[in-house]
């Protein structure tokens, strides 16, 4: 009987997609073992890449709009709706995502959420009822307000003068107005989806575990905290719920939070979201799979609350299949339920820069010789 295995992996920051890593699997693994049987499913847990995995999927329909980049310039961004079940699937990244920003214009007091906005009042102008908010990849740091003005929301300052939705206008935010779209929401089952737990506010939250990340240096993280703590207080007397400490409330600059308190939205991990729409339970229990290769850019404490190769560990583990992951870079060694080994493609003293543009022949060389080495007889 020949080997089966499936290759699920998540994509590598800046440099390879999922696609990119099921194709150099597949063709590395045969090149290895001829005779394998390989399935491929590219994943996400709710970042860049999220809308391919529905790609083979025959219910799904693609959109493609243009609305307003993370740096204020047009761009296009696409969306994919579920006709079975009337449900578009938006992902944050195609619209406000860091991956459209290079790394010398990041810079999260000017970022803006605005075209996820658009994305969203594209899906409620197609009669769409059931929405799911994947969050992230984002370049943002501003709270969704500009998600919210794009969607129909106004906001005052204490002036009682309309102001934009930005990071600069965060602390002088005073009043919110939804009454232009409050009857179409009320429509609209919001989910949101992502592969972070973290709330809102303080060392763990929103702004110093990811500012950073999307460009902040250390006097912009500390306004960018005041200033998200200040628009909070205000949204908090909006609602009977306070969703500051709620899981996810810290993702994507806060989106996570304002989805809750404004769009009534519902968290869940994007990768449990994900599995029960392409059934990827079902097939692992079917298939019975030899082993699971699995992959994202960086291992690290995080791995551990909520990613992708964590999920698909602890499947494999209570289905008896073993789980392999393969990784650009490793801080630490996280001890993962059913991951039999992690393998950091990079070799040692490469710098950062090199390791990004030749990951695909890492990755290559790593997956031949874990086979060679589990497979292959001596």
Do not use: W
Not at 37 to 63: L, W
Not at 231 to 244: E, H, K, L, M, W
Not at 320 to 348: A, N, Q
């Amino acid at each position: 009987m020949s080997l089966k295995i499936l290759v699920a992996p998540d994509s590598f920051k800046d440099s390879i997609t999922s696609i990119e890593f099921c194709d150099i699997a597949k063709k590395s693994i045969l090149t290895v073992q001829p005779d394998a049987d390989v399935h491929c499913v590219p994943m996400a847990d709710g970042g860049e890449g999220t809308i391919d995995v529905f790609r083979s999927q025959s219910s799904y329909q693609y959109k493609t709009i243009t609305v307003v980049g993370p740096v204020g310039e047009k761009i296009k961004a696409e969306y994919c709706i579920d006709i079975k079940t009337n449900t578009a699937i938006l992902e944050m990244a195609q619209s406000s995502g860091l991956h459209l920003v290079s790394k010398k214009r990041r810079d999260p007091m000017l970022t803006t959420s605005y075209g996820y906005g658009e994305l969203i009042l594209d899906a409620m102008n197609r009669g769409i009822n059931n929405i799911v908010l994947f969050i992230g990849g984002s370049a943002t740091n501003d709270m969704g307000v500009g998600m919210l003005e794009a969607i129909g929301f106004i906001y005052y300052n204490n002036k009682n003068n309309k102001i934009s939705g930005t990071v600069s206008n965060l602390n002088k935010i005073v009043m919110i107005d939804n009454s232009q779209i409050k009857n179409r929401l009320e429509g609209v089952s919001f989910t949101v989806g992502c592969d972070v737990l973290n709330p809102l506010l303080g060392p763990n939250g929103a702004t110093h575990t990811y500012g950073k990340q999307k460009g902040a240096n250390k006097n912009q993280l500390d306004k960018l905290e005041q200033h998200i703590k200040q628009f909070s207080i205000v949204a908090n007397q909006y609602n009977n719920i306070d969703y500051t400490n709620y899981d996810g409330a810290g993702a994507a600059g806060g989106v996570g939070f304002s989805a809750m308190s404004f769009l009534g939205a519902k968290f869940e991990p994007g990768f449990n979201i994900i599995e029960r729409r392409i059934g990827l339970k079902n097939k692992i229990r079917s298939n019975k799979y030899d082993l699971i290769i699995t992959g994202e850019g960086c291992v690290d404490n995080q791995t551990k609350k909520g990613k992708l190769i964590n999920h698909l560990g602890k499947i494999g583990h209570n289905l008896s299949t073993p789980t392999i992951v393969f990784c650009g870079s490793m801080k630490g060694r996280p001890s993962l339920k059913g991951i039999k080994s992690i393998e950091e493609i990079s070799p040692d003293n490469i710098d950062l820069s090199t390791a990004i543009i030749k990951a695909p022949l890492f990755l290559e060389r790593s997956i031949k010789k874990k086979i060679k080495k589990l497979f292959v007889s001596s």
